[in-house]
T-cell receptor, first 114, second 111 residues
Framework: KAGVTQTPRYLIKTRGQQVTLSCSPI?????VSWYQQTPGQGLQFLFE???????NKGNFPGRFSGRQFSNSRSEMNVSTLELGDSALYLC?????????????FGEGSRLTVL | DQQVKQNSPSLSVQEGRISILNCDYT??????FLWYKKYPAEGPTFLIS?????DKNEDGRFTVFLNKSAKHLSLHIVPSQPGDSAVYFC??????????FGAGTRLTVKP
């Protein structure tokens, strides 16, 4: 059974640019969550999608957005990049929405903003 | 909003000894708790979980203890092995609310 796949694995952008990250969940999983990992801050929740609908949202500015397609694949977009957006962005899939179940993580997309 | 806190950023133990990783939470609504383990350049992987109706869950060398009155949970690894060296994240959730993670504790097990 294939795991969660995130692309690209690494990318470098400059301030002001925008970036789109992609996540393919485990087959059969309808929930996709996105997290930002930075040193000392742990995993900060960005948002969760279930059946193409955003179900939960974390405390991030509107520059961070996402969507989910009918095949459960998800993308997140960050516009007007700032230096502080440099982080590892992790996608996780699960069978159910929200908590109460195990999350399966991808290897992450490491974004560096120069 | 740091609803889940891991106050020790790092922990070092000798191989064969016990490792105890701690986690505190502030939201009394949390009813499901998990521990994840993360190696460099990999995503976190699920390790063990516990629901609020229990106070202990054991899986091989790993045991999670939950103290609801103190809003505290801990992960015990006995005996610790060098391959256990990783960052451990505590997570909590309730209902359909998203999972909240702590900042992580880097465990180093010395041979």
């Amino acid at each position: 059974k294939a795991g969660v796949t995130q692309t690209p694995r690494y990318l470098i952008k400059t301030r002001g640019q925008q970036v789109t990250l992609s996540c393919s969940p485990i087959s059969g999983h309808r929930s996709v969550s996105w997290y930002q990992q930075t040193p000392g801050q742990g995993l900060q929740f960005l948002f969760e999608y279930f059946s193409e609908t955003q179900r939960n949202k974390g405390n991030f500015p509107g520059r961070f957005s996402g969507r989910q397609f009918s095949n459960s694949r998800s993308e997140m977009n960050v516009s007007t990049l700032e230096l502080g957006d440099s982080a590892l962005y992790l996608c996780a899939s699960s069978l159910r929405t929200g908590g109460g179940g195990e999350l399966f993580f991808g290897e992450g997309s490491r974004l560096t903003v120069l | 909003d740091q609803q889940v806190k891991q106050n020790s950023p790092s922990l070092s133990v000798q191989e064969g000894r016990i490792s105890i990783l701690n986690c505190d939470y502030t939201n009394s609504m949390f009813d499901y708790f998990l521990w994840y383990k993360k190696y460099p350049a990999e995503g976190p992987t699920f390790l063990i979980s516990i629901s609020s109706i229990k106070d202990k869950n054991e899986d091989g060398r790993f045991t999670v203890f939950l103290n609801k009155s103190a809003k505290h949970l801990s992960l015990h690894i006995v005996p610790s092995q060098p391959g256990d060296s990783a960052v451990y994240f505590c997570a909590a959730s309730y209902g359909t609310r998203n999972m909240r993670f702590g900042a992580g504790t880097r465990l180093t097990v010395k041979p």
